[in-house]
């Protein structure tokens, strides 16, 4: 995250729905005398019990300071407004101020998930049960079983198994998982980060990835799919990073590239992978060095920058097998696993 330019201050209003029970301090009301003076409004306070009013869609980070010279950041920022009822709730400490700051021109962290628990959070995750095969003829059974994903020492883990499956929709004879924010979590625009480590093998298919909630434009592709990063098994030292767009099957279009890595496989060591979506541009990250930038795409269903206009959720799966990878063979080191570290999302605060 880019350093926060430090004179942005939030202006303190006087509310009485957002700010009471105000410490009597002769140094606090010295600093409201001097803000006073210098016709500006107060934005520090020695509180007991305060509650700083916000504005929607407005960007913050609470700070304290024992000696109003150094602060520390109090969590994470936040987005104002209903969210939080207009006010920034106070867990305060009387040794110290506080200060709300406004942040722009930076992005700003609004979702994330370091999988610190012991389970996967379903307040952020779902799983996807089906063997349709994602329409690439894939080989897989995607489950909720708990075999097949689950947190492990501070990571998520989907482990894709060699093992006959039956469920609603038939049988297969490879299991794995998919799970998605769709309803959860969905953003137009922004930076998402995910740190992960990639299983290799022929006729593995690990991919990190976004669909549109709706598909506002018309069917697959046509409403667009971004995928952050793509590896095929029996290539483990190359990523791809790709956009579909265009009309729906089959008249849809795939752009992008592919990158190798320096040194090493996908699944030596953990990498960042990353894409910063703005209006009419799409950047590619690996380990934080961009590879790829497009500016360019189409949508039968509306003009540009559609289909890359609207929210988007976020996928994480292995697929086994399917028309990209081929499939698997007696090489293929069953089980493998995805492991991802953390999934951050950021978006641009003007």
Request: charge should be negative; hydrophobic fraction near 35%.
């Amino acid at each position: 995250m880019e350093q926060v330019n430090n004179s942005m201050l939030m202006p303190y209003q006087f509310s009485r729905t957002c700010v009471r029970g105000l410490g009597r301090s002769g140094f606090f009301f010295f600093i409201v005398l001097m803000a006073f003076v210098f016709g500006e409004s107060p934005a520090i306070y020695l509180a007991t019990g305060v509650d700083f009013p916000t504005e929607a869609e407005r960007a913050y980070q609470l700070e304290r300071s024992s000696d109003m010279v150094e602060w520390e950041a109090i969590g994470d920022p936040a987005i104002g407004g209903e969210a939080v009822e207009d006010c920034f709730p106070l867990q305060k400490d009387e040794r110290f101020f506080y200060r709300l700051r406004e942040l722009k021109d930076q992005w700003v962290l609004v979702w994330q998930d370091d999988f610190e628990g012991s389970e996967i959070d379903h307040t952020k995750w779902q799983h996807e049960v089906n063997a349709n095969g994602g329409g690439n003829n894939e080989l897989q059974y995607y489950t909720d079983e708990p075999e097949n994903s689950f947190v492990e020492d501070g990571k998520l883990v989907i482990e894709t198994r060699k093992e006959s499956y039956g469920g609603l929709e038939g049988s297969r004879e490879y299991t794995s998982a998919r799970l998605n924010t769709k309803f959860l979590g969905s953003w137009t625009y922004g930076k998402i980060e995910v740190r992960a480590r990639l299983p290799v093998g022929r006729g593995l298919w690990p991919a990190i990835w976004m669909l549109p909630v709706e598909d506002e434009y018309g069917g697959w592709a046509s409403s667009g799919e971004i995928d952050i990063v793509e590896a095929i098994g029996h290539e483990p030292t190359k990523i791809h990073g790709t956009i579909h767009h265009g009309g729906s099957w089959p008249h849809n279009i795939s752009t992008g590239d592919e990158r190798e890595l320096d040194t090493g496989t996908v699944s030596d060591a953990f990498h960042t992978y990353a894409v910063e979506w703005e209006e009419g541009e799409i950047r590619w990250f690996l380990d934080g060095e961009v590879y790829q930038a497009l500016t360019a795409w189409e949508s039968s269903g509306a003009a540009f920058p559609a289909p890359f206009n609207q929210p988007f959720y976020l996928i994480l799966n292995v697929a086994v097998g399917g028309t990209w990878p081929g499939d698997p063979d007696e090489t293929t080191p069953f089980p493998v696993r995805m492991e991802v570290e953390g999934v951050k999302v950021y978006q641009w605060i003007d």
